[in-house]
């Protein structure tokens, strides 16, 4: 099986290890593990987004008006379902640091976005050039696409990518683009 990093959320990750925790406890078994992975897993979210406030305030760019564009809010790559993303918990925390914060996803519907976490999606011809992009959920058209989708989403002198799940190919990167990968 191949297994890569990423921002797992979903309708029964979190609820499934959660309950396999506590019948692993009324087993008698404390699941170190299970809890261990449930707390980087949780944490996940907040570190993309405080490495990208890291990573952007050492290129002197201040949080306040700077924008970065998220590709992706939904669980899990091609599929329609929001319930429990994690890349919610990006989007929030870049607000707090004060970026401006645009969001567009291929698969998920806009008003289930609105209604479920406040978030405003924009398609992607509409999205404004930003400083950073984060490629948070690699739909098959985003992956498709690659550097021909991304590139025209940023500044024209460039600016960071944040590829969570690795899925742009170096190769055909743009000199002007700083690629980070989890």
């Known amino acids: 099986m ?18 396999l ?8 078994y404390e699941p170190e593990i299970i809890l261990a992975g449930r707390k980087v897993n ?6 993309i987004a405080r490495t990208v406030a890291k990573r952007l305030i050492q290129r002197n760019l201040p949080s306040r008006g700077t924008r970065v564009t998220v590709l992706g809010i939904t669980y899990k790559e091609d599929v329609q379902d929001l319930r429990n993303s994690k890349i919610i918990d990006v989007i929030e925390e870049l607000h707090d640091y004060g970026f401006e914060v645009q969001t567009s996803d291929c698969c998920a519907d806009p008003q289930d976005a609105d209604r479920k976490y406040g978030v405003m999606l924009t398609p992607e011809h509409e999205l404004l050039p930003a400083s950073a992009v984060i490629l948070a959920m690699p739909h098959k ?9 991304i590139q025209p989403l940023l500044d024209k002198q460039g600016g960071m990518v944040f590829d969570v799940k690795g899925v742009l190919e170096q190769q055909g990167k743009p000199e002007n683009v700083e690629l980070w990968r989890l």
């Open 21 to 28: 925790a506590h019948k692993a406890r009324a087993a008698g």
């Open 42 to 47: 949780d944490g996940m979210g907040h570190y």
């Open 141 to 149: 058209q985003y992956k498709e696409a690659g550097w021909k989708l």
């Open 2 to 19: 191949k297994f890569t990093p990423g921002l797992a959320g979903g309708p029964r990750l979190g609820i499934d290890s959660h309950y």
